[in-house]
Every structure is written in structure tokens, then in C-alpha cells.
């Protein structure tokens, strides 16, 4: 009888898990987010094509906010200034119910890059995914593709970030940066969207 309780509340936790572990986080991984750290991990989101993969990563938290406060803070365009490193400005040049552009600006030493990314909010499924762009002028990026996930768990939100780049500077210039830049990413979210509370 006891193996029996036993193998139905791992059966139990087993199903929770999974659905509240989206990129497969191991059992470790995930007690770090419940002790407030941040995880990366060396994927690098679809859509990078096929013969041109791009290098990136995932970012994955833990955000003691409500989903729709995390939400308003993705979705508040004009003030990624303070969320991604580096930017310098964002300007939202269109929008509609399915899609914004926005411009942005960063800031490389004492050069400027624009570049321009498309935004697909779909804020049923807590999921807004982004792409450069390509048609529109872009200084710095030859691709960029990503997406947010804002997941409910217990009294917060379990964030993921997840972005691939191909740009215009050699990939081994960038790599330690756009790791960072996961990082100093999230924790920008997870702060603005805790302060909003």
C-alpha cells in the first residue's frame, strides 16, 4: 500500500513538473530557480535556419510578480531602454493587434547600431516572439529571433527568455556579451516587474 501512495505522488509531482518545466530544466536546475538564481543554458531558440545557426542562449527565472505585471513590462516598448543592455533608445514605429515594430538603437563603445524587430505578442498564451526585421535597415544584426515565455507558477511566474543572433561583428567577439546580456536581461525584468508590484 505504501509503494502504491508512493508511485501515485511521484506520478503526481512527475505531471506538475513537466508542465511547469517548459525547456527541461533538471531537478537541480530548477531547485536554483526556487532559490532565486538565474539559469542559462546553451540553447538557442528555433529559426535560426538551417546552413546559418546563430549563437545565443536561454534565460529561465523565477519572478514574484502576477503574469500580467511581467506582461505590461515586456510589452512597454519604449522603456527596454533599461531591459537590454546597451539600448540606447526604442521607438515604436507601427502596431496593431498582432504585431509591433520597434526600432532600436544600441550603443558599442562610442558607436551607434539601429536595427529594427517585428514583436508578436500573444498574451493568451503568455508567449510574445520577435524577429529582425529584414526588409528595413539594420547596422548591427544580419538575424535575431527570440521569444518570452511568461509561465504562472505558485504566486509568481516562471520567466524564460530565449534569443539567437547572427551579427555583423566575428562570433567569438560576442559570445561572452550575448551571455551576459541573457542574464543582465532577465534580471531587469524580473526587478522591474517585482518593484511594480
Not at 84 to 99: C, F, I, N, Q
Not at 184 to 191: D, I
Request: aromatic fraction near 10%.
Amino acid at each position: 500500500m505504501k509503494r502504491c501512495v508512493l508511485l501515485v505522488a511521484l506520478l503526481v509531482v512527475a505531471g506538475a513538473s513537466a508542465q511547469a518545466n517548459p525547456v527541461g530544466l533538471s531537478a537541480n536546475q530548477l531547485w536554483r530557480l526556487e532559490h532565486g538564481e538565474i539559469v542559462v543554458l546553451d540553447v538557442v531558440p528555433p529559426g535560426g535556419g538551417i546552413w546559418q545557426q546563430g549563437q545565443g542562449g536561454t534565460a529561465v527565472t523565477f519572478v514574484n510578480a502576477f503574469p500580467k505585471t511581467v506582461w505590461r513590462v515586456l510589452v512597454d516598448y519604449p522603456r527596454h531602454r533599461g531591459l537590454y543592455p546597451r539600448v540606447t533608445s526604442a521607438e515604436v514605429l507601427a502596431a496593431d493587434r498582432g504585431r509591433t515594430l520597434v526600432r532600436y538603437v544600441v550603443g558599442v563603445g562610442p558607436l551607434s547600431f539601429g536595427f529594427h524587430v517585428d514583436n508578436y505578442p500573444d498574451e493568451a498564451h503568455g508567449r510574445l516572439v520577435w524577429r529582425l526585421d529584414r526588409e528595413r535597415r539594420n547596422s548591427l544584426f544580419h538575424d535575431t529571433w527570440g521569444y518570452w515565455q511568461v509561465e504562472p507558477r505558485g504566486d509568481g511566474v516562471m520567466l524564460t527568455y530565449a534569443m539567437g543572433a547572427r551579427t555583423t561583428l566575428p562570433a567569438f567577439l560576442t559570445r561572452r556579451a550575448e551571455r551576459d546580456g541573457l542574464v543582465e536581461t532577465v534580471k531587469a525584468v524580473r526587478e522591474r516587474a517585482e518593484q511594480s508590484r
